[in-house]
């Protein structure tokens, strides 16, 4: 069974900064695709940025410039670094990852969130 934990979630006034870590457990045979996304109570989810297994990133423009995602594929954990934040950068925080399993299935797997305030 896999899962994923996130932690580093918390308050932080504007202009701070936050980590965030999200590390897969379980019968992982690789990880593909790595992401964050965010959602506000009542808001669509919004997808943050992603990662390749090889490093490769795409973000969000609401964070480009500001976030930096990476991964440590040994450790089977992706990182959030958020620099600069704002207050509407205040949301569940939620990590998304596609895992194939020793069985052969691929399947997506997700976080259970972590909150992120941004006070002003």
């Known amino acids: 069974q896999v899962q994923l934990l996130e932690s580093g979630g918390g308050l932080v006034q504007a202009g701070g900064s936050l980590r965030l870590s999200c590390a897969a457990s379980?019968?992982?045979?690789?990880?593909?695709?790595m992401a964050w996304y965010r959602q506000v109570p009542g808001k669509q989810r919004e997808l943050v940025g992603t990662i390749t297994s090889g490093g490769s990133t795409n973000y969000a423009d609401s964070v480009k410039g500001r976030f930096t995602i990476s991964r440590d594929n040994a450790k089977n954990t992706v990182y959030l670094q958020m620099n600069s934040l704002k207050p509407e950068d205040t949301a569940i925080y939620t990590c998304?990852?596609?895992?194939?399993?020793?069985?052969?299935?691929?399947?997506?797997?997700w976080g259970q969130g972590t909150q992120v305030t941004v006070s002003s």
């Open positions: 379980g019968r992982i045979r690789n990880i593909n695709i």
């Open positions: 998304n990852a596609d895992i194939r399993v020793y069985a052969g299935v691929t399947s997506q797997y």
